[in-house]
């Protein structure tokens, strides 16, 4: 098995396309989703102002919209048709309505309204701007409730207790600077990898394998077909262990993603993530004997896999058909593993399950590529 | 018979006649559209199950806790007696919030003294986090609000100037386009678009890598071959962009008509690309591995679901110079928010632009290799 897996080794160079999707792929693949979400939390938003008002009012409400974080005052619309198609052709993501005589109606006890449209297809953004809009216009109102309170003669400390006689305490628990990018980044590279490592480990494995090649020298090196399969499969689950630990290094250090959790559970997750990624490869590859059609394969598998993690679409809301599909993937219980040990700090006995799970899936895995292994040998030796 | 329709024919035979490429470009169109929907079909979050943590256990308690529980968005569906229990709770992933009401909670209010109530809120779900704020924000802000008119009215305020003075103007937000906030309604029609980018490039840069050689001009070869797309992406665009939305139910709002003028640059733009990448990669499996390694990155540098301010200004620039970031735009625009050709012009551009720039690098790449074999092959 030394012996196949020293053959695999040196033969990397001389494969330049191998190495490419091995190494150069992998790495670029990291730089790039690195550098999507380096930046953190989405900011200045472009949004319109219909300010068919023009009070001192509702150049207040302007101001504070302009100086909510989420947001940047870009546009002023004339009406409503004109703020609706900025928001159509992606000038703005929203816009805030101001009716005419709103201070007046204010001041009268009225109590009119201010409308915040925003663009929810892309709800991302959209969210963003509706709560930014929220708090600036709150902010604006509530000033305008001090002063009331203070021109009937109470001080600024009691007036400010009386406006909020319920206050929430929010809390983000797991994630206390409500940065979302280390979960999807946690959950990002992994997925990139799993579809790397299945497809890189098909390709190597069609090169002694295939069609027209000539696996008995392997076999022979390695001395079985188990040794050398594990041979060919091994070096690669190096590779993929090195690159998995520079994007950690890049994460946990460069990133200051929180590191809470056991450094040992999730090597050990790691490990079999990267086998049983490597083992859907070649399972597929073993079956179909075809690289065309075990990348086509590997693709539905593997591409669809984000979605099922549950990170965007929580997976506890999903079909229990989508919830096995997703349990059936390793990416979703390595996803989900390192999630909990880096930042939730999961107790361990909770967090073993996904660990469980995973060697559950590479077990399968690897039974039945011995058994379609074993029945090609069969068939091989039956002329 | 002319060089054009020779590579028409011969392009049409290379994607429709091989087995493998086929295969890529249509049966992936039914497994994907099977598959990857599969997750969203619930659609909304209702009910996010919620662990109460009552230490004050009064009337009032019990009441904001009522409150909180018929909102739409959580459900109070565990009580705990303290954080530590329900912390428990929330890393098992059976809550994804804990309310703690303190000790004293009804005292301090019928003191007139402002009583807080602590939310904890599971932030490694991002949607997770919003419902259960939004859950039970609301009712407290509501709560808050009778509060305080209360008093108000107690020191003799009449009820009428109490509430205008609690809340002087009425806030309404407006969601469009997606007003129920639909999962799916968001994430598929931009995803369809890649999916059918990433399927196409597949199997055009597979049949690309298996081409013999042809004769004429590589301009006639091009154009026969583009045109083959043409025909062929008629067909698969709108199953796609049109019959598959509808099939999920998700709102088209946009007309055939300008989908079909943004699909006609989007197809051009991405069939030369998958030539170019072709002809970089040269055997057809790397090919096909390379581009599905690409479709998350392509997905989230097309500034759809991560927003386009959020992205370094480099990689951004980066991103342009990909198909599916201007076609996911300008198609989400068109199909879910009926956007009319003059008002996504600049996208239109965009993808023309991207197509005659990259069309000109491949005839250019062609023409010196035709150039290279000629000298080879002296005939």
Redesign the interface.
Known sequence: MLAVMAREIRLLPRRPALAGLVIVLPVIMLLVLGGIFRAGIPTGMAVAVIDLDRSDLSRAVTRMLDAAPELTVTHRASDLSEARSLIVSGAVRGAVLMPPDLERDLIRGDRPEIVTFYDNQHMSAGSLVARGARNAIDTALAGLRLSVRQGQGEAPVQAMVALQPIPMQAHALFNPAFDYVHFLLAALIPTVLQIIAAAATAYAVSLDFGPGRHPRVLMRMGGGILPAMLGKILPYTIIFLLILGLSDVALYGWLAVPLRGSLWLMALGAVLFVLASQMIGALAFVLTRDMGRAASMIALITAPAFGFMGLGFPREAMSTLAQAWGAAIPGTWYVQLRIDQSLRATPLDISAMSVLWLAVIAGVLAALILAQLSRLARQEAAP | MSPLATAFRAELAAVLGDK?VR??VL??LI??AV??P?????EL?RDVPVVLVDQDGSTASAD?ARRVDASEAVALTHRAPDMAEA??L????RA???MLIPDGFERA?LRG??????????????????RV?QG??VP?RQ??AE??AG?LIAQGTPR??A?????????????????A?G?A???L?AAFVLILQQTMMMGLA?AATRRGPLPGHPVWRLMGRAGAWLAIWAGLLPIYLIVLPVLYGLPILGGPGALMMLGLPFVLAAGFLAQLVAAL?R????V???L??L???FF??SG????V????AH?NAVAQLIPSTPAI?GL??VT????TLP??APVLWHLWALAGGLGLTVLAVETRRTARQGHRLPT
């Not at chain 2, 509430?163 to 007003?179: D, G």
């Not at chain 2, 301010?309 to 370094?312: G, S, T, V, W």
């Open positions: 493998q295969m890529i049966l992936a497994l994907y598959i990857y599969l997750p969203y079909r619930a979050l904001l912390t428990r929330v890393h098992e992933r994804y919030g804990v209010l003294d402002q009583s807080p109530v602590a939310l904890y809120a599971d932030a490694s779900y991002f949607l997770m986090y919003q704020m039970a924000a407290l709560m808050g509060i305080e008093r009428a100037v509430t205008a003075q609690v809340s002087p103007a009425v806030q309404v937000e407006v969601p469009l386009f997606n007003p906030a999962y309604t968001y994430v029609p597979l990669f055997c057809g499996e790397v096909q591995v390379v599905l390694a479709g998350l990155p989230f540098l759809f679901a991560w927003p301010e959020a992205i370094p990689l735009d989400v625009r879910q928010m009926g956007a008002q996504i």
